[in-house]
């Protein structure tokens, strides 16, 4: 085992090109046993291995720097670089975080997540080193998926004309994205490999790039070959590595898609340990998506690179047709195409992660709220319930998108409620509507919940009681129900309950009311609080008598976040609210 | 005059090429005419006066659909379609914006009024056709310089693949965004242009489009065969035209940057009618980071394609050479680079408009924040006393931006106040710092400010009183300092007044002290109330009982205001708060 004698690059410089082979398998063992007991990324971090060894063999890591982009090929890097301990030890694999990190090491720049970032971040790097006069090479690792992200084509764009000094991406090309690749300049890759990276037209060559294509991404010795020619260029430069994703193990060969990010597995087999076949609501609105899209040749679901959203598999795409649209890593155009589509009298439905929302916030604004365009929004896990690491987490977008004019943004409570609420706001024509997926598992509504919902701004009474009223958003609508039970329980009164359905706005009419037999409003939202829906209650009694606790999420970064830990230190508990209350010494 | 036959489309089918060619004279005439006397887009309108008559002339409007980018060029478009009322009597300008607007004709898809946008609000259109079974032509308009906003560059991408239909790009190639260009795209639309459309590595070429040169997009003739040529085309097609900026003009041809936007000027000149020559913050900060940049060379002063946001003339770039950065049309790039030149030593200041900054809320909360890069974020024009045009307004800043965790968003109440913040922000290494320009005049700090704003979140007291607090924030501070004068005539008492400094946090200390002679809280901020900062302060004080009030603008877009009934609806008006308080029945 050469893995062991590795503590850092310096130790794999020592080794043959014979050793570097060997280590690659090593190396590649680790990877799928980590995965295979704790899930993670599988398809592209096996495609990087050979590339990360031959990087640190050539380059001088920490001096040189590297940025990978998303992160989702940096784990050999992480091996190489004094972690090793995260993979080989069970026992300490938590460690280690799935994206580069620099709490964790020195050879880590940034924490990333968010994909098409690495070119521009290393383009800051780039300029910082000649302003300061350090020789330092600078590496963006980059995969083809991530390529059509209009942050990297403004990164290259720029670097490629304006860093008159070295700067080298690493572009790796594997010819998948998380699905498939969508867009013209994966013809253009495609034709690069077909020929050798003799195509007619190179891109990378018009914006100005000296281009070098390397077949084999996947052998080590063309890698540090290649990177020895490049080591202390003193311009930019494109080298174009054909790999392949999920290399040397033949489950992820062969089924791409399913092993780009994989949950825990048989390593022999490559099946899944367990698998939930549960009520999930992204089954639930794909299967409702589908039988809408049956019946109605104008409504269109759009996603953007990522189908597991909403689990639309390559099958699920196949029935769509025509109308479903994967515009690739280009959540912007998403929005904007979004906008165009119903502008043209169709029924778009554009369906991403909260946390790519972040990319969109000025085509929402724009493009869809200023031209009042029709079109749905889902916003998939937006939960302080849903994924726990930073660059991922979906507790910014109440904030962020609710506080843009004309933007109807809905939070469903139930099953029933969600589907309501999606089928509304496609037959509807006068407003742009996103609406927050519920992620605290399928709840059921009690009695028939309401289809229309133009009336904006309408909260719903659940329970009607006084003293106290509780304001149960979305997901923590289950929450606000158990706090009513132990108001009673504790307090001996009745408390009002209200779902209020609108993130987007108030409903002054009820908060009027509320004001002639209520001396207390608590309100409950899955998100941060600063910023967000329960502040502009408090904004609204201000002026009176009428007290307002606002229960959220506090506004900070949390990475890796225990859930309960969370949960407590926010007081998003029932004993916890009820101890705040007691406090008050009103009741 | 053909002019005052044209009321449409069709009555301009009826021409010769001959009397086009004067038509187009006529509507050249009409443009300066207008522009000189209340200003507007020059140069980008004067150069598209011939694409814009074949346009109109070959395809069918508003059956074909035209999506011009930004609409700088769209003025010509205009007058055809209908609103040359708006050109030809100065009476009547103002009923017609300096933007696409739905509201005006059935020939405007969109309002538009940010860069990058058309190709993909084009591809929605286009899509759009293809399922409903329609046929039109769908045409996007856009310039050079737009086309390295990433948005553009994911719509070119998608497009290019995956419409497989009618899709028409037209390119209008001046070699100029507002000021120079900056990317390796300009390197190869120059090429292009050089070599007749025949460089040896094509752009749209490797992205998959058919592509045709027009070496003089200003000539009738020559647009109207080539439009006639594509038009039903059954693929995507781009058709890159070299047009002159300012074209027709003598002063606008000569001085491209002076003439992208111009202020009202004698027409036989070109000379400004009137210039402002006091003092002005743009200059000011323009001045003061040319000082700070010669002192320091780790200072880099950076923007995006708008030089006027620091009114940074190609003067001053020469003087700040290196550590001056135009990143193009790339607000993402720009934020991300930012956090790259941070983590590489350097200290980057990047002023862009708040309208701007809505593009890279992503790149500010993940590469900046998550990152905690110290680098600092300039941000122009945020204030309802700034551009009033619906896609430019400037409020819309502290919801997006101050409810992001780790940045430090402050908002100076002076000139002194400014710079120190500026000073500070530069030299810390501890945190991303957003400072929000004032924009309602330059005003001086009366004694000394602060130099350290290191400790967070630290209002500071400008005058102690007692029963009401008002806490003013930025620009708004001095309607603070004459609302506590009415307080003081209107009601004997004298009020507390606070410059709150810091917009992304509450200073808890400050606030629980004013509870203990305090009865009303007023808060003020230049921006939307809905998610800003009032709100945090209505929400600390909501268990107390302390009473709160939130004064700023209403969450709506509004299209060229009148300043002051947006102040009056909004109670943004010293005697009306006044009349606020006295209905509180407190005093």
Chains 1, 2 share one sequence.
Not at 408 to 423: F, G, I, S
Not at 484 to 512: M, Q, W
Request: hydrophobic fraction near 40%; glycine fraction near 8%.
């Amino acid at each position: 085992m050469y893995i062991e004698n590795i503590s850092g690059p310096a130790d794999l410089k020592k080794l043959t090109m014979e050793q570097c082979k060997d280590l690659a398998a090593e190396i590649r063992e680790l990877l799928l046993s980590r995965a295979s007991q704790i899930g993670g990324h599988v398809g592209s971090n096996l495609g990087m291995v050979e590339a990360t060894i031959a990087l640190h063999y050539v380059f001088n890591s920490p001096v040189d720097k590297f940025v990978f982009d998303v992160s989702h090929q940096s784990y050999t890097h992480k091996i190489l670089t004094g972690r090793k301990y995260g993979f080989m030890d069970s026992a300490r694999y938590s460690e280690v975080s799935g994206y580069t990190n620099p709490e964790e090491s020195e050879h880590d720049l940034f924490q990333v997540g968010h994909t098409a970032t690495s070119i521009s971040l290393a383009s800051g790097l780039a300029k910082a080193r000649d302003i300061r006069g350090t020789k330092e090479n600078i590496i963006a690792v980059i995969g083809d998926g991530s390529m059509s992200g209009g942050e990297a084509l403004e990164g290259l764009d720029f670097s490629a004309s304006e860093l008159k000094s070295n700067f080298i991406v690493l572009f790796n090309d594997n010819g998948m994205s998380i699905a498939d690749n969508h867009g013209g300049i994966y013809k253009n890759f495609h034709d690069l490999k077909n020929k050798d990276g003799n195509a007619d037209d190179n891109m990378f060559k018009a914006l100005g790039y000296e281009y070098i294509f390397v077949k084999d991404g996947n052998d080590v010795e063309s890698m540090i070959e290649v990177f020895k020619k490049v080591k202390d260029t003193d311009h930019p430069v494109v080298i174009h590595m054909s790999t392949i994703k999920g290399k040397g193990y033949e489950p992820a060969e062969k089924d791409k898609e399913s092993w780009h990010w994989r949950k825990p597995f048989n390593l022999e087999t490559g099946e899944l340990k367990s698998d939930f076949n549960g009520e999930r609501y992204d089954r639930v609105m794909r299967d409702h998506l589908l039988e809408k899209m049956a019946e109605d040749s104008e409504v269109v679901t759009m996603i953007a690179a990522v189908p597991d959203s909403l689990n639309f598999t390559a099958e699920h795409r196949k029935k769509a047709g025509k109308q479903f649209v994967d515009v690739g890593i280009a959540e912007e155009h998403a929005v904007a195409m979004a906008a165009g589509l119903a502008k043209n009298g169709c029924k778009p439905v554009f369906a991403t992660m909260s946390t790519f929302f972040q990319r969109t916030y000025d085509q929402i604004s724009q493009e869809l709220c200023i031209n009042n365009c029709p079109a749905t929004l889902l916003v998939i896990n937006a939960s302080v319930y849903s994924v726990n690491d930073v660059t991922h987490i979906g507790i910014f977008d109440i904030p962020m998108m609710s506080n843009i004019p004309n933007l109807v943004y809905l939070a469903p409570t139930n099953k029933q409620e969600y589907l309501a609420m999606v089928d509304w706001s496609i037959d509807q024509k006068d407003h742009p509507v996103a609406i927050r997926a519920p992620r605290n598992g399928v709840f059921y509504a009690e009695g028939d919940v309401d289809k229309d919902y133009s009336e904006l701004n309408k909260y719903k009474v659940s329970k009607s009681g006084e003293c106290i009223a509780v304001l149960a958003l979305g997901d923590f609508f289950q929450m606000g129900e158990e706090l009513v039970k132990s108001i009673e329980e504790t307090f001996g009164i009745t408390a009002t309950l209200i779902n209020p359905r609108y993130i987007t706005g108030v409903d002054t009419e009820l908060l009027s009311k509320l004001e002639e037999n209520h001396d207390l409003i608590i309100t409950l939202e899955d998100g941060v609080v600063e910023g967000g829906w329960g502040q502009k209650i408090a904004s609204f009694y201000g002026p009176s008598d009428i007290k307002v606790m606002n229960y959220g999420l506090r506004k900070e970064f949390i990475d890796r976040y225990n859930l309960n830990e969370v949960m407590e230190k926010n007081h998003l508990r029932v004993d916890l609210i009820i101890e705040d209350v007691k406090n008050l010494k009103m009741f």
